[in-house]
T-cell receptor, first 112, second 114 residues
Framework: QKEVEQDPGPLSVPEGAIVSLNCTYS??????FMWYRQYSRKGPELLMY????GNKEDGRFTAQVDKSSKYISLFIRDSQPSDSATYLC????????????FGTGTSLTVIP | KAGVTQTPRYLIKTRGQQVTLSCSPI?????VSWYQQTPGQGLQFLFE???????NKGNFPGRFSGRQFSNSRSEMNVSTLELGDSALYLC?????????????FGSGTQLSVL
């Protein structure tokens, strides 16, 4: 079993829709949770970062962490064609060094 | 400030050969990590270097190795290439390599092994 599981999609939604992306994990030691966005032929770029449980909002993006269920989510409101990309969840434990565990990514297409 | 630079962008090699990939981190960043990205496995951690020392290592065979120079630039080497090594190799840098730091990724080196 992989430490981080993510539905690969693909996910296709109309412009303006609310998008929900999710990951589950097995390692209860994970403390830092991130969402990265990766455009085609580019490296991932950090979208959201959350420490421990709770919600964090940044513009149209909301990240949620439920450590009791080992489940994290990213919500995108009023989705735009420019949001079309692969979204990767990532997590890390609180030790020296930054070894991150990534999901396989969910491919999202927002149709104009 | 210039981003993370990886060279070359594309490489084609044959089985049995070896390859060296290069990564220049953002100026001032002392931690460099390497990841392998494939469609089936996603991003998998290879290793992390900080101040010229390997600090963490993932579950990859010894054919995968790396090093970091005093200017924080890093190289990754894969010897005796196998078909399964075909992947996008991503380098990421951060200031001090802590778990709560933002990783900045390069655009990667696409390696094809024939």
């Amino acid at each position: 079993q992989k430490e981080v599981e993510q539905d690969p999609g693909p996910l296709s939604v109309p412009e303006g829709a609310i998008v929900s992306l999710n990951c589950t994990y097995s390692n209860s030691a994970f403390q830092y949770f991130m969402w990265y966005r990766q455009y085609s032929r580019k490296g991932p770029e950090l979208l959201m970062y959350t420490y421990s449980s709770g919600n964090k909002e940044d513009g149209r993006f909301t990240a949620q962490v439920d450590k009791s269920s080992k489940y994290i989510s990213l919500f995108i409101r009023d989705s735009q064609p420019s949001d079309s990309a692969t979204y990767l969840c990532a997590m890390s434990v609180m030790v020296g060094g930054n070894q991150f565990y990534f999901g396989t990514g969910t491919s999202l297409t927002v149709i104009p | 400030k210039a981003g993370v630079t990886q060279t070359p962008r594309y490489l084609i090699k044959t089985r049995g050969q070896q390859v060296t990939l290069s990564c220049s981190p953002i100026s001032g960043h002392r931690s460099v990590s390497w990841y392998q990205q494939t469609p089936g496995q996603g991003l998998q951690f290879l290793f992390e270097y900080f101040s010229e020392t390997q600090r963490n290592k993932g579950n990859f065979p010894g054919r995968f190795s790396g090093r970091q120079f005093s200017n924080s630039r890093s190289e990754m080497n894969v010897s005796t290439l196998e078909l399964g090594d075909s992947a996008l190799y991503l380098c990421a840098s951060s200031l001090a390599g802590m778990a709560n730091e933002k990783l900045f990724f390069g655009s990667g080196t696409q390696l094809s092994v024939l």
